[in-house]
């Protein structure tokens, strides 16, 4: 059962140029019915907020979506959960640089903010990570992440994943849940992928309220009556 509300939890997404219309605004619409704060985040290069261009078809106008938040000034443990935007977003929030006069490594691939920041939110079980069609480009630098993880995603992109280790799951959904990690084929899965999202945000806070109210219960001691 998908829940009414999110209560005010926060949820980054990172976005990058070509990015899908249709999938942010899912986004923008489907979290904000359940009351969470959606945070549209990038690399901003120094500057106070950056514009970004869709992709588009042939003769269609490119929409735009100005971010003003860079991931790399927030801390990704203050996110319920942190989605990968689809298309080739990910590829361009791969794009590290070398240190000058240094010649570039395959060690290198690992510098780029974005794979720094996600692969910062991998390490917390308590941030649910979304992937969509092409968003776990974001995580191939650092395959063992990645290794052994159940997912799906788009075709061009499962080459990479299975030489990152990982297990594909052909679901009939479209949608694959992998405790923390979810994920979907492509940006026609995106309403299902948001169901999945927060319905394991919801397990998340339910377990962390069970466990809260375990410990601050204290055990009644029995007291002994005077002979």
């Not at 990704?76 to 590290?96: K, Q």
């Not at 776990?136 to 990645?146: A, D, F, G, R, Y």
């Not at 594909?168 to 990690?181: C, F, I, K, N, T």
């Not at 962390?208 to 001691?221: A, E, G, Q």
Request: net charge neutral; hydrophobic share 40%.
């Amino acid at each position: 059962m998908i829940p009414r509300s999110l209560g005010g939890k926060k949820i980054a997404i990172l976005v990058e140029n070509e990015f899908i219309p249709e999938e942010i605004e899912a986004y923008q619409q489907r979290f904000s019915e359940l009351r969470a704060a959606v945070h549209f985040m990038s690399r901003l290069w120094n500057k106070s907020s950056l514009r970004f261009f869709s992709d588009t078809e042939e003769g269609k106008t490119p929409q735009t979506l100005e971010v003003q938040i860079d991931f790399q000034n927030v801390d990704v443990n203050d996110y319920a959960a942190v989605i990968m935007a689809a298309n080739y977003t990910s590829v361009r929030l791969r794009y590290f640089e070398p240190p000058s006069n240094v010649a570039i490594s395959p060690e290198l691939v690992r510098t780029a903010p974005a794979v720094q920041f996600y692969a910062q939110a991998m390490a917390n079980p308590r941030i649910i990570k979304g992937a969509l069609c092409h968003g776990l480009w974001l995580l191939t630098p650092t395959p063992e992440l990645l290794k052994g993880r159940r997912v799906i995603c788009h075709e061009v992109v499962l080459a990479d994943i299975i030489n990152a280790g990982a297990t594909y799951v052909a679901s009939p959904s479209g949608v694959v849940v992998d405790g923390d990690l979810v994920t979907g084929r492509s940006r026609h899965e995106v309403e299902p992928f948001i169901d999945a999202i927060t319905e394991q945000i919801q397990q998340v806070a339910y377990a962390t309220n069970r466990f809260s109210v375990k410990r601050s219960v204290t055990p009644l001691t029995r007291v002994k009556s005077a002979s």
